[in-house]
């Protein structure tokens, strides 16, 4: 019995050091496992690893939220590992975000062994054609004795390559036999699988290391930043017509290369509105430097890292401005339903906007007119896809234009006539005129997401990386905010999933300010551990359910009530005090700006209450006094009079 077990721990013994070292040449830092796959042979092998890299994790699906928010901010690769079918099958809405945000991920899972499968312990599910579309795949068959740990190695960093030039996430699909993730079986004391285990595993990780980093040698896994990869046809969109006549001179004679450099300096030297949508960082600074040479009219969304600049030419609100460029035939024909004051520098024909050319930079946007106004303007419209794919864009419904440079080549395409940088005014919309003065709302308490958004522009410190949730509240930001803060959002097609997990996987990287709605809270309630072992603090703004249904013309307001909004009367006090987190609700300026700013405080969850009756606090000093009066402590290690000191501490702090 014992000499199968050895042989049978052996050769999972060998497996597990391969991984680990694979994982180590591919200088990941971090990996996120599931319970199971510490609990096994691996996990065995990979505590007396010689780099600690792993953490344990055991709802695979925050575990996938939590590792994608970090890779979104790290741009360098995460590994998450998996032991089943079933546990990969809970990563999917995680990697179609990371899909479409193209985050570096790389997941590891394994099939089961086949005496498992024969005993009626096999999975049911078959995520393999599931992934298909997110992943690039790549199958590792650990028990054939010919694929070497240089074999390996080579078969990864093919597979990589591919993984960073359509930018998805890499799935290792391994075929281990015995199972890689199998249970150890239990051992009678005195008869251990392996003598010298520690010092065994360190030696033989390293070995195969060795070998596997010939391989990796000029080898950098890091996402790609520089357009060395050229994009595939599939991927590539190209001019394949005359925009008009000016685009048809351009593309006489010329290269590809060169028709698409000359058609942005032909825009540059034109009347040019640009609409920017979501860049990263670096990205946002070179269209930064190049909007600021060539003076350009701009609408900045709020995933687009160029907002808080002083030095450029805004629309503050861009569904106002199109509203009121639109013709009047649109409203007569019921297209639009609302009509908002124009100012003087607005007050022009949409059929005449003082622009030659629209030219789009980035994609994913949040305001929905921008999508709506780029399909109804198609002439003259440009979008520039740089190291991207036009699928990625939102709004490919318009002639683009591929780069296979980089956004880095804007701020040396110089305008040449400087005079062409005269520009419309900027408009004057909703979020700078027809309000009360910030003054006078600090005064008051906040009655709806607008003010909340309005004072944050002044509450906010400017450190933090900013995370907006969907639904309302990303769009009232997009509308209202106006900070330098770099923000991030999961704008592809998880909905409101993982919401709290993606944002604290950020905020492992760097402080974070997550704001996110009541309903999305609720639905991501397990991920609220994580806020206490990172540098988050959560915003809820708490409106007593999904209030955004309230904007959509619903037949009834009881079908609004019944079927849309599904109000929930709760408050998050009392899960924040399950899990021990830090705890305050707030009503107006002065709490919101003492919280956020107390530096003494690296993680919490402010609840800002905009009920109809403003009760969340008053129903929480109650509980505390309920508390006190009866005499029953809620932890027992404590007597009610600490605890409701506590608890008046965290709500008033």
Known sequence: MINSLREYGYRAFNQSAEIIALLTCMKIETAYCDAMSMKSYFGMVAEQAPTPLFRIIYDERLLGFLSYGRSRVSEEPIAVIVSTDEGLANLAPALMEARGHKNPMVIISADMANDMNENGCGSSTHVDPILANFCEYVPLDLWNP???????????????????????????????????FCEIPEIKAGQP??????????????????????????????????????????????????????????????????????????????????????????????????????????????????????????????????????????????MMTETLPMSDSAKVSYGNLPYDYILVLGGRFISKSVLEFLSVRKKNVVQVFMNDSPYNMNAGSVWGVSLNESYDVLPYIQPADVSLRKTASVFESRRNSGFESIEDL???????????????????????????????????????????NTVFTSRTVSGIDGQIATAAGIAFEHPTVAIIGDTTALYDLSALPFICVCQLKVVVLNNNGGRIFERFPVASEKMLNTSFINPHGMNFYHFCKSFRIRYACVTNYDELFEMLNDRSVKHCLIEVDLTRNQDVKKYVEAEIEKSVNTGSGKNGNSSPAEEASDDADNIRS
Request: proline share 4%; charged share 25%; hydrophobic share 35%.
């Open 193 to 334: 699988i392996f003598e010298n285990f520690d010092e065994r595993v360190v030696t033989s990780i390293m070995e195969i290391q060795e070998e596997m980093l010939n391989c990796f040698t000029g080898y950098h896994f890091s996402r790609i930043q520089s357009g060395t990869a050229e994009n595939s046809d599939a991927e590539n969109s190209v001019v394949s017509e005359a925009l008009n006549e000016n685009l048809n001179s351009l593309s006489r004679n010329m290269t590809a290369t060169d028709d698409r450099l000359g058609l942005l300096r032909h825009i540059t030297d034109s009347r040019t509105l640009v609409i920017a949508g979501s860049l990263n960082a670096e990205e946002a600074e070179n269209v930064r430097v190049y909007l600021e040479r060539t003076g350009f009219q701009v609408y900045a969304d709020i995933q687009s890292n160029l907002r808080g600049s002083t030095k450029l030419n805004y629309i503050a609100d861009f569904d106002a401005w199109y509203r009121n460029h639109q013709p009047s035939s649109f409203i007569n024909r019921g």
């Open 146 to 180: 010919r694929l070497t740990p240089s074999g390996i190695a080579f078969r990864v960093i093919k597979a990589y390559e591919r993984a960073e030039m359509l930018r998805k996430p890499l799935h290792i699909r391994l075929t281990p036999q015995p199972g890689l």
């Open 442 to 484: 600090k005064k008051r308490d906040m009655r709806n997401e607008a003010d909340f958004f309005r004072l944050l522009n002044d509450a906010l410190p400017q450190k933090p990386y900013l995370f907006l949730g969907n639904s309302t509240a990303v769009r009232m930001a997009d509308r209202y905010l106006n900070v330098p």
